[in-house]
């Protein structure tokens, strides 16, 4: 089942979370990912903070088929990472900042790009050289108010936070007009005691947010 570029936009905004998951090592990984699919988080953020990243990444690739589990790879600081991810099956690519030779060598592939960004100067940018989301980051920074400033001059901005967004937040944050969420250190803090069970908890209550935000938005 191949899935395009623009299958992947819908589904990350449709889905409105993102698990983006850092560990210790490949093992640990693999268990918050597989905690938070069980909870209902498809859209897993791979960052390369992981030790053998890229091979994380293949593993959930060949375990689970595309239309099951949307993976992407997270802390993608340059061009030649993120080649190394897509060709491990990497479905989107996220940056901690604008690199335009990442979003181009995305672009070129056919693999979403989501770049980092804090101000309308850095979101304009990567949106000039292709992203198809901004991400707002380190988003704790600000608070939602700053998607609603950005949104003034912008509209049309495509914005997903990532950093301050948890149960207690999420809501405000989709109020604010993020399509979609990334949720960190507080959906997996848990795993450094070995607790899974809380991970999948707390993926089911975000879940649970987000499909009420998007019922009580599409009346």
């Not at 901690?96 to 979403?112: A, E, H, K, S």
């Not at 198809?132 to 001059?153: A, N, V």
Request: proline letters at 5%.
């Amino acid at each position: 089942m191949i899935i395009n570029k623009l299958q992947v936009v819908h589904r990350l905004c449709a889905e409105g979370i993102v698990a983006v998951i850092r560990a210790e090592d490949s093992e640990q990984a693999i268990k918050i990912a597989e905690a938070c699919l069980r909870g209902g988080i498809s859209s897993l953020e791979i960052t390369f903070t992981i030790p053998r990243a890229h091979q994380v990444i293949e593993a959930l690739s060949n375990h689970f088929s595309p239309g099951e589990v949307t993976i992407g790879a997270g802390t993608v600081l340059d061009p030649e990472t993120a080649r190394i991810a897509i060709l491990s099956g990497a479905q989107f690519i996220v940056s901690p900042y604008v690199n335009t030779d990442t979003i181009q060598l995305c672009n070129r592939y056919g693999i979403p790009c989501m770049p980092g960004a804090m101000t309308v100067k850095e979101a304009i940018e990567g949106m000039e050289a292709g992203a198809d989301i901004i991400k707002l980051f380190p988003g704790e920074t600000y608070g939602p108010s700053m998607i609603r400033s950005l949104k003034g001059p912008l509209p049309q901005i495509n914005l997903m936070p990532t950093g301050g967004v948890n149960l207690e937040t999420i809501t405000d944050w989709l109020e604010a007009g993020a399509v979609a969420v990334g949720v960190g250190g507080s959906l997996i803090s848990s795993a450094k005691q070995g607790d899974y069970a809380t991970i999948t908890e707390k993926s089911r209550q975000l879940v649970e947010k987000v499909k009420t935000f998007h019922g009580v938005y599409s009346r």
